[in-house]
């Protein structure tokens, strides 16, 4: 059964780190692009950053450019989100999804990914 499980959220202060993890089950994770993409309370889901499956290949949506980091770790099927200088704007819940590809505009396209799974929660607040 394919099966993705976020962890690693938890509450942090403005400017502050977390590193969210994504493990993936009943597939083998380097054969997709995995992204990330969160959910604030009465927002739509939006993506984050996506890794491409054959070549590593980043993509970040502008909002985290220069602050988020997306890597994965194919030995352990897994991928990561590393959060650097986080703003009261990142709080959301996180999720983690798979398609055939990430694309310059896979922040857009939310409904081709996932199965999706019970999301972690980042806060940041002071």
């Known amino acids: 059964q394919v099966n993705l499980v976020e962890s690693g959220g938890g509450l942090v202060q403005p400017g502050g780190s977390l590193r969210l993890s994504c493990a993936a089950y009943g597939f083998t994770s380097d054969w997709y692009a995995i992204g990330w993409f969160r959910q604030a309370p009465g927002k739509e889901r939006e993506g984050v950053a996506c890794i491409s499956g054959s070549n590593g290949i980043t993509y970040y949506v502008d909002s985290v450019k220069g602050r988020f980091t997306i890597s994965r770790d194919n030995a352990v099927n897994a991928v990561y989100l590393q959060m650097d200088n986080l703003r009261s704007e990142d709080t959301a819940v996180y999720y983690c999804?798979?398609?055939?590809?990430?694309?310059?505009?896979?922040?857009?396209?939310?409904?081709?990914?996932?199965?999706w799974g019970q999301g972690t929660q980042v806060t940041v607040s002071s």
């Open positions: 999804g798979r398609r055939g590809h990430c694309g310059n505009y896979f922040y857009t396209q939310v409904d081709d990914f996932g199965p």
